[in-house]
């Protein structure tokens, strides 16, 4: 099976032939992992295909068909509900038992919330901020920066948010997406909160993407 596999890229009969059914194998392959995606409600980022040029011999036919598996598994991962890590680098005034957004993928225009359950050191006071960073292969495609204050008082929680000493806060900041970010493009998200008194209050990082729900 495997050899049948190499063969279906590398082609048969002459280097012209080779070339040629590789192409056409490839090409192939492509339209199989998109209609994979699409199944599971995304499509591959056209942009991230179209700088492409179809390789002339079978080692760089390899390695163009492993950087288009690379970006079906990262488009299917992104489509997943996202599984956020701790990004802090060290202590915090919000520990956190449980991190989580309303809904996955994100709509454009549409809001979207982060809800943080967890123990307060500190209350929360003015001047906090959330800032959120979506990166693609280290590169910055979508920056929002809030007003912490602001977004939880319109959950009904406004600052101070208080610190209980024997009970758990939740504080729940809900953010209307900007219309133009790249559908279906795989971010890596950092989300950090930061307190009025300049302390961190949490650091959380995940994969997530966007979708156009109007369509």
Known sequence: MIDN???????????????????????????????????????VPLLLITPFILPSNDRSTMKFFAAIATLVFASLAAAQTPVFTDCATGSTDFTLSSFSVSQHPLCINQNFCFTA???????????????????????????????????????????????????????????????????????????IAKNGNGNTLYCRTATMSFKDCSV
Not at 136 to 148: K, S
């Open 117 to 191: 359950v967890g123990q307060l050191a500190a209350p929360i006071t003015q001047g906090a901020n959330i800032t959120l960073y979506g990166r693609y292969l280290g590169r910055v495609f979508y920056l929002e920066n809030h007003d912490l204050c602001a977004l939880s008082a319109a959950q009904g929680n406004p600052c101070p948010v208080p610190a209980p000493v024997s009970s758990a806060s939740s504080v729940t900041a809900c953010i209307l997406a900007k219309p133009t970010p790249l559908v279906n493009l795989p971010l890596v998200f950092t989300i």
């Open 5 to 43: 596999f190499y063969t279906s890229i590398r082609g048969t009969g002459t280097a012209s032939n080779k070339r040629t059914d590789g192409r056409r194998c490839i090409r192939n392959h492509i339209e199989q992992a998109g209609a994979l995606i699409k199944s599971n409600g995304q499509s």
